[in-house]
């Protein structure tokens, strides 16, 4: 008999436990899902559910025409598009984590293709964060106060941040183990991502810049040695500072027990450091600008190679939104009006 051979109650037994699930397999599959993901669908779904408690209707397994008619309610309510695309990601998630098919999207589809063609006909727009160029970079770290706690974590997560081309919550994930030091730099481990949640790892591979400030070596190496001075040597790369000046605590309890910063405290470092650099819409930076300024100024640069750019940042080979960011780099430096004579 092999591992694979079905096996049968015994006579007279009766299984009663084929669609149990232990506490462990439960909280692995919620793990499954990155935690920031985890937190935008937990209230979609509190305002779908409490949507489908009003309207005296099964939540999940819900019906074509439930998701359909709740995808229309939040048109109603001048939701952006995207906005209404996550709520039924997390929809569908939920379906997904409760062991049922996901409804149907038939109905679903064509009240979203009818709402974009209004959304865009009364002026609406997909909104995009700022990228952050390399002169505006510079002009960020500039504000820092180099002499303090936040001054050198801050500058080490702006640099850092737009060297890695990192989603924030990657950032805010890193260990001081994941950093290797190499003689033409260092090395960061991003131990998992949106598009690696199996955990296999990225090694990326980070060279000295040519701008002290901007150099993100120099901005890890003074920023580890500050946590070691602090007794840190292992655990969270970037940790949270509270007003006393003391590593790992914050007045409001934001973040993780071990002092990690949650991903939203990097957005929060680029918008105020946006705004004390003057940059215009600063209010509009986000930790996304960090991530995406590296895609367009990577592509920028002379010899400039698609795939290394996309394997350095974690994007998947061919990724749409990759290619977004270059198009708006080649619109001015391909334009096919260029030198037509007009």
Not at 49 to 78: F, G, M, N
Not at 147 to 163: E, H, K, P, S, Y
Not at 235 to 243: A, E, H, S, T, Y
């Amino acid at each position: 008999m092999t591992d694979l051979t079905p096996t049968h109650p015994t006579a007279g037994a009766v299984a009663t436990r084929d669609d149990y699930l232990s506490d462990n397999a439960w909280r692995r599959i919620e793990k499954s899902v990155p935690d920031s993901t985890r937190r935008a669908y937990q209230g979609d779904l509190r305002r779908y559910v409490e949507w489908c408690t009003t309207q005296q209707r099964t939540a999940v397994p819900a019906s074509e025409r439930t998701i359909a008619d709740y995808a229309s309610h939040l048109a109603d309510l001048r939701r952006a598009p995207s906005t209404i695309d996550r709520a039924m990601a997390a929809i569908g998630k939920a379906h997904e984590l409760a062991g049922q098919p996901k409804p149907v999207r038939t109905l679903l589809d064509k009240v979203l293709r009818g709402y974009r063609q209004e959304y865009a006909e009364r002026g609406g727009k997909t909104r995009k964060a700022p990228a952050v160029s390399v002169t505006a970079l510079r002009a960020m770290v500039a504000t820092l106060n180099p002499d303090t706690l936040g001054g050198i974590r801050n500058r080490a997560i702006l640099v850092v941040g737009f060297a890695l081309g990192a989603r924030r919550s990657e950032l805010a994930a890193l260990n001081i183990e994941d950093i290797t030091p190499h003689e033409e730099g260092v090395q960061v481990l991003i131990r998992k991502s949106k598009t690696d949640q199996d955990a296999h790892g990225r090694p990326v591979a980070l060279p000295y810049g040519s701008n002290v400030p901007t150099c993100p070596v120099r901005a890890l190496r003074d920023w580890t040695t500050t946590l070691a001075a602090g007794g840190r040597t292992t655990g969270p790369l970037f940790v949270r500072i509270d007003k006393h000046g003391v590593l790992g605590r914050s007045p409001d309890g934001r973040g993780g027990d071990d002092g990690r910063i949650a991903d939203a405290t990097v957005a929060r470092v680029v918008r105020h450091a946006a705004t004390a650099a003057g940059l215009d819409a600063a209010d509009a930076f986000s930790g996304h600008s960090l991530r995406r300024g590296f895609a367009t100024a990577a592509y920028a640069a002379p010899d400039a190679d698609v795939l290394r750019i996309a394997r350095h940042g974690g994007w998947k080979d061919g990724s749409a939104t990759l290619l977004g960011y270059i198009e708006e780099v080649d619109r001015w430096r391909k334009n096919p009006l260029a030198g037509i004579g007009l």
